[in-house]
């Protein structure tokens, strides 16, 4: 039980520890420039906001990002990330000790490809023949608030915690749902979803499952076996969280791959999908034609060869990379 760790959250320390944490993905992005201009007097007015009760969100600005599919990502000013961010700082680390080790999105040295990787892995084992995948229906718009501030109130005793917790939970006035693209919104679809993972692990007593946020795989010996799970899992669904499955929900044999994460698995092999690879060729060919500005290319690039290593594509973006040096060299001559 996490207690009286209010003024923790409040301290300068914390919240100048958030600020640089948020600074360090959009330090060249304007709002962040104006907020680091005042910065002492800007954490100061956020600290005097958060003990004195007069703290209050900003607005949301929405915008929609389409790859690798459509999303609708809320945004909030730069003052109100730092203080989630700050929030988070103190919480996250006792809240995540009761997430299960294979729960993969969102937290620290975890991510896609260690969930792809670990997915490998169960294959390798005689009893994975079949895998049954599900996708949960608009989870982000369907977690009941209540439910989940309830379950904040297991981990955490300090009133004025929960009271803040509670104010950005429910920004809007709304019954349920969470806004992608918040710190806290984060934690909080990790928390919600940590009551199935406990279900599958250790009611179920499942071992080869892997969860990436709302899609997750359980891979087994038998048809009969999974039906019989996916029965019990939507039951839960339906009736513990509120939540249900959407119809991409599907059982089929291991040795024919499926899609996770962002990559197509088989058996001791990762390849990248299609859509991504053609995605990588389009963003070379805007950046070499000027559309794209160095660094962001830069950081994208590492982002995405991250992303393929291990992978029968990688050496697909070794010569994307060796393409783009060739360009500038060519530039430069």
């Not at 956020?46 to 004195?52: F, H, K, R, T, V």
């Not at 499926?258 to 060919?285: A, C, D, M, S, W």
Request: net charge positive; glycine share 4%; with cysteine.
């Amino acid at each position: 039980m996490i207690e009286n760790c209010f003024e923790e959250i409040c301290s300068f320390e914390n919240l100048y520890n958030a600020f640089d944490l948020v600074a360090s993905e959009h330090r060249h992005k304007r709002t962040a420039l104006i907020f680091y201009k005042h910065l002492e007097e800007n954490l100061i007015q956020l600290q005097n906001e958060l003990l004195w009760g007069m703290y209050n969100l900003g607005d949301f600005y929405t915008f929609v990002r389409h790859e690798p599919k459509r999303r609708e990502i809320n945004a909030l000013p730069y003052r109100d990330r730092v203080v989630q961010t700050a929030i988070c700082n103190v919480i996250e680390p006792e809240i995540s000790k009761t997430f299960i080790y294979d729960s993969y999105a969102c937290r620290l040295d975890k991510g896609a490809l260690k969930a792809a990787n670990r997915v490998s892995y169960f294959l390798n084992k005689k009893d994975s023949v079949y895998y049954l995948k599900c996708d949960i229906h608009k989870y982000f718009d369907s977690v009941n608030l209540d439910l989940v501030f309830n379950l904040y109130k297991r981990h955490i005793s300090d009133v004025r915690t929960l009271n803040l917790i509670y104010k950005i939970l429910h920004k809007d006035n709304p019954e349920k749902g969470i806004k992608i693209g918040n710190r806290l919104s984060q934690l909080t679809a990790n928390l919600y979803l940590n009551e199935l993972d406990r279900y599958i692990k250790f009611d179920l007593k499942i071992k080869y499952y892997v969860r990436y946020m709302d899609d997750f795989i359980i891979l087994g010996k038998n048809k009969s076996e999974l039906r019989k799970y996916l029965k019990l899992i939507e039951s839960f669904l339906n009736n513990k969280l509120f939540l249900e499955l959407n119809k991409k929900t599907n059982i089929g044999l291991c040795t024919r791959g499926f899609e996770f994460v962002g990559y197509n698995i088989y058996p001791g092999r990762k390849l990248i999908r299609k859509q991504t690879i053609n995605r990588t060729r389009r963003y070379v060919k805007s950046f070499m034609n000027g559309k794209v500005k160095p660094e962001k290319f830069c950081r994208s690039m590492a982002s995405i060869c991250g992303h393929a290593v291990h992978t029968t594509n990688y050496m697909f973006y070794i010569r994307q990379l060796l393409k783009v040096i060739r360009f500038l060299l060519k530039v430069q001559d």
